[in-house]
């Protein structure tokens, strides 16, 4: 039995098994419920079985719970990237690598992120080394104005990456739309509009939709994928910059309220935040869009954020067409950055509560996950990150990851490399170096 005990662990680990959910306290923490309140000082954070069960001051500590002492350090839930592309792309360059696109495919919305999404990518431990533990996967939209399924993933040292798979739908309108669908955008918008009548065409009568033939403008996999769309059971990721873009995406939302959007980019958000704000329209907005890289961001400003707000609007910060394949991690210094903007004159940043909360709960709450993720409150998933100062600072390293519980190894490549070269010895460099 014992063999075989030890065959099995062995196993688990060769074959990178998920590790179980685990318990544990952190106390003396200067502590960050992640839900845009103030840090709070002596704090105590409690997961049982991957879960919190309690976080804040004066939190008891149940007996037989293995405890770490912060010492007074920075603690907060780990970082929710708002929107990335992270474990689906390792160069862009070789195509063999990329999975984000797929031009030459006869499907569009029913394309699925899931089974290309790789735990070993470079990017997924280098961001879990600086405290990113789960992240919104999105694919391209390469061909058609739908780029397909995304998934929610977590970044823990296991190869089960995927917590939700065909967890929303993406789709570019605006200038990247017009292109897809032949050229302007009432082409994108008829397309857009087409598209999700037939999918409730086909949520009405799956059986007769096979028979369309020239009639159906989109596949039976494509209009199956979209029936929950139309039906409100998942969102539709919208990347759109321009203020009259995102009113036209709005007024769609008028015609069918059940449609969950959420707006992606959002550059002129700022300009249309009431109306985002009435229509109950999350946004992951880009944080420094401050010039106009486009047509369709010619009125950017990195007070969009802190307009959006202040309007009411739930708003995180994404990394869309940001280096969104590797560089997640950044979001920590787009966050302090709104915090600091807000001591320049005539700008609108965020405090250090509502920042923090833009690269935490706020990008879940816009995916339809704060009950799980993105926070210290009870009953969300364990995800814990240990500071060695202000997380915001762009100094700051993390110094303990915690997924579901579990401590998850946090040394990178480059970590290795610094090591091997900081203090070189003769014969122990690889023998390329020798000379």
Request: glycine share 12%; with cysteine.
């Amino acid at each position: 039995m014992v063999k075989l005990l030890v065959a099995a662990a062995a196993c688990a680990i060769l074959t990178g098994a998920p590790a179980a959910a685990q318990t544990v306290a952190v106390t003396n923490a200067k502590l960050v419920i992640g839900d845009g309140s103030a840090p709070i000082d002596g704090g105590t954070v409690v997961v049982r079985d991957g879960r919190v069960v309690a976080a804040g001051r004066g939190v008891a500590v149940p007996a037989g719970v293995p405890v770490v002492d912060a010492g007074g350090r920075w603690v907060t839930p780990g970082i929710f990237a708002g929107f990335t592309r992270m474990g689906i792309v390792e160069v862009d360059g070789v195509s063999e690598t990329n999975d984000a696109a797929a031009g030459g495919s006869p499907f569009n919305a029913a394309l699925d992120v899931a089974p290309a999404v790789n735990p070993k990518t470079s990017a997924i431990i280098l961001n879990r080394a600086e405290g990113v533990t789960r992240a919104v996967v999105a694919p391209e939209a390469r061909g058609s104005i739908f780029g397909g399924q995304g998934a929610i993933i977590d970044l823990g040292a296991d190869m089960d990456a995927v917590n939700k798979p065909r967890a929303f739908q993406f789709m570019e309108y605006g200038e990247n739309g017009a292109r897809a669908a032949g050229g302007s955008r009432p082409a994108a918008y008829a397309l857009l509009k087409n598209a999700l009548f037939e999918a409730q065409a086909y949520a009405r009568n799956p059986a007769s939709f096979i028979d369309r033939g020239k009639d159906a403008l989109l596949t039976r996999a494509d209009a199956q994928a979209l029936v929950p769309v139309v039906g409100g059971q998942v969102p539709l990721l919208v990347h759109v910059e321009r203020a009259s873009d995102i009113l036209t995406v709005l007024g769609l939302k008028r015609e069918m309220p059940g449609l969950r959007i959420v707006l992606v980019g959002a550059a002129e958000g700022w300009m249309v935040a009431p109306q985002i704000a009435a229509a109950r329209v999350p946004v992951l907005a880009s944080a420094l869009a401050d010039l106009p890289a486009s047509f369709e961001q010619l009125a950017a400003t990195q007070s969009n954020i802190g307009r959006l707000q202040a309007a009411g609007v739930t708003v995180g910060i994404g990394m869309i067409d940001d280096n969104d394949a590797r560089q997640a991690r950044l979001v920590k210094q787009y966050a302090g950055n709104l915090v600091a903007l807000n001591k320049v004159p005539g700008a609108s940043g965020l405090d250090w509560g509502q920042a923090f909360a833009s690269i935490s709960s706020k990008p879940a709450e816009a995916m339809g996950m704060g009950g799980e993720y993105g926070s210290l409150r009870p009953g969300r998933h364990g995800d814990i990150v240990m500071w060695d100062g202000d997380p915001l600072e762009i100094g700051t390293a993390a110094t303990r990851v915690y997924i579901d519980g579990v401590q998850q190894p946090i040394e990178t490549r480059q970590d290795k490399l610094k090591q091997r070269y900081f203090d070189p010895k003769e014969g122990a460099l690889p023998k390329a170096y020798e000379r």
